[in-house]
């Protein structure tokens, strides 16, 4: 009998464990949608719309973990991270739907050149800089992959292919948030002072700025001309993330795979190929307009619940774990990315 007791007791204990917590996950999606809600709000006011809905998501987050601690009673966690991590993704596949590959071929050979010497360059100078200030690898990272290509979306993206851990994203996005904000001021102010046409003001805004809502936001005094350029120039940077996530995936992981040649071991990002997949659907115009604009919306508050979700997840004391250093790293690429400015125009004069 005392046996059996036992079986049943640990039958008992085990039982709760197999089942689907709907509390948990039900309030933490709730929560990050309620804050995706509050931040779109926020985002519409005037001095908020530079920042966009997706940092003022995270920054919502990180406020609200700080400030109001979320309940014990229920494992809340479990719906915050299924917003940052599958609605995330889920909102970068249907992201996909913004660009068309026609349009970023049709716009020139000085406009690819371009994106490709911005990457390039960004990646480089900041992986340099990581190893001068001996900064954690896999944040260095993150601040590149965000600074060359397109913000949040590249860090969300590159992350799990670098196997980073979730508060080195959390920093990795707030600093790019932070300046990609600044950056977008600046562009603001210097307008009327600098010495170039529309097309070119908006060259510059797009291919050195963070995240798609700074690059709209900025471009705005050149005009349509400017905004068109600045955006076209931008999303051939965003087209530019899946070779360049699958790049970094490749040469990140190689020493673990060194010895190990099945291709079913290495990390494929699968929610990169729904995003090019994405791509080729809006190209070749399968889907109507007025569903693809209901997609893209999904896509941005996918993006800011996920962004909230990272949010929930960032304690102060991370940033002063990880210190002043990738901060300082983080400033010096997005300085040294502007500088590269007299390049660019030389390569869109000269095409």
Not at 180 to 209: C, D, K, M, S
Not at 241 to 269: C, D, G, Q, T, Y
Not at 282 to 307: C, E, K, R, V, W
Request: one cysteine or more.
């Amino acid at each position: 009998m005392g046996a059996e007791k036992i079986r049943e007791l640990q039958h008992i204990e085990v039982q709760p464990q197999n089942k689907f917590d709907y509390k948990g996950y039900g309030i933490g999606i709730l929560l990050t949608f309620s804050l995706a809600i509050l931040a779109g709000l926020i985002a519409k006011l005037p001095l908020f719309s530079i920042m966009g809905i997706m940092i003022i998501s995270i920054l919502l987050g990180a406020l609200w973990n700080n400030t109001l601690p979320l309940p014990t009673s229920i494992n809340v966690s479990l719906g915050i991270q299924f917003s940052s991590k599958k609605l995330l993704r889920a909102g970068i596949i249907l992201l996909g739907f913004r660009l068309n590959l026609f349009q970023i071929v049709d716009s020139g050979v000085s406009v690819i050149l371009i994106d490709i010497l911005v990457i390039a360059f960004t990646i480089m100078f900041i992986l340099t800089l990581g190893r001068i200030f001996k900064t954690n690898k896999e944040l260095t990272i993150l601040v590149a992959a965000g600074t060359a290509i397109c913000g949040a979306a590249a860090i969300v993206a590159v992350a799990p292919l670098i196997k980073s851990k979730q508060e080195q994203t959390a920093v990795a996005v707030s600093c790019i948030a932070v300046l990609g904000t600044i950056g977008a001021l600046l562009f603001i102010f210097l307008y009327p002072y600098l010495p170039l046409t529309n097309t070119e003001y908006g060259l510059l805004v797009g291919a050195t700025l963070h995240e798609l809502a700074h690059v709209v936001a900025a471009s705005v005094p050149g005009g349509e001309l400017g905004s068109e350029t600045a955006i076209l120039v931008k999303l051939g940077r965003v087209l530019l993330l899946i070779p360049v996530a699958l790049l970094i995936s490749f040469f990140i992981n190689r020493k673990n795979e060194k010895h190990e040649r099945n291709l079913k071991k290495l990390p494929i990002p699968w929610f990169i190929f729904g995003f090019l997949l994405m791509s080729f659907i809006n190209t070749l115009q399968l889907i109507p307009d007025h569903i693809i604009n209901i997609l893209l919306l999904l896509s941005i508050y996918f993006l800011a619940m996920g962004m909230a979700g990272l949010g929930l997840s960032i304690k102060w004391s991370d940033f002063r774990k990880v210190g002043f250093k990738p901060i300082v790293v983080a400033i010096l690429g997005f300085v040294g990315l502007l500088c590269l400015s007299p390049i660019l125009l030389f390569l869109y004069r000269l095409f």
